[in-house]
């Protein structure tokens, strides 16, 4: 079953993770018209309804909802932002928010994440508090300039190469 997108209102909030309350909902919202504000791009969210239960087959880290902001500095590179609420290996939930950039070494890897955060939901930390922590890290990165370029030489990476 692929992913379903739309507004972040359209997202089954109950369904997906079905012991939130109504506040925890509002919650949410909230958090996620933050990120949408933010976004100079109209945002469309994801959700994947086929893992509202955890699956330890299923490889890597499963999106359950998300949003991926991405912004072009010109036709041959990438700057990505991402909020994604995940299951963990020990199946867990976690909210994972990262900043990404085309990768321009001499070895090609693909991208490279800038910064990035997990936040697990335990005992101690809710999902609402992990998304909205998550949520806020992601509208400071979507405040800062909005180019591969100044967030490649944060991190000490190549320069983009000319085409």
């Keep these: 079953m692929p992913m379903r997108r739309g507004t972040f209102d359209n997202a089954p909030l109950t369904t997906l993770f079905p012991d939130l ?11 996620a018209s933050a990120v949408d504000r933010a976004s100079a791009n109209r945002t469309e969210w994801e959700w994947a309804l086929q893992l509202v239960v955890f699956h330890d087959s299923e ?9 991926d902001v991405i912004e072009h500095a010109d036709g041959t590179d990438r700057l990505e932002f991402l909020l994604q609420v995940v299951w963990t290996e020990k199946g867990q939930l976690a909210v994972d928010a990262a900043v990404n950039v ?14 990035a955060v997990r936040v697990v939901v335990d005992d101690e930390t809710s999902l609402v508090n992990a ?9 400071g990165w979507l405040a800062d ?13 190549p320069v983009r190469r000319p085409e």
């Design 102 to 115: 085309a990768c321009w070494c001499d070895s090609e890897h693909a991208t490279h994440d800038i910064d």
């Design 21 to 31: 309350s109504l506040a925890d909902v509002h919650s949410l919202q909230s958090a």
């Design 145 to 157: 300039p909005r180019d591969a370029d100044h967030w490649r030489a944060r991190a000490g990476l």
């Design 131 to 139: 998304f909205r922590a998550s949520a806020e890290r992601l509208t």
């Design 59 to 67: 490889p890597g880290s499963p999106v359950i909802l998300g949003v």
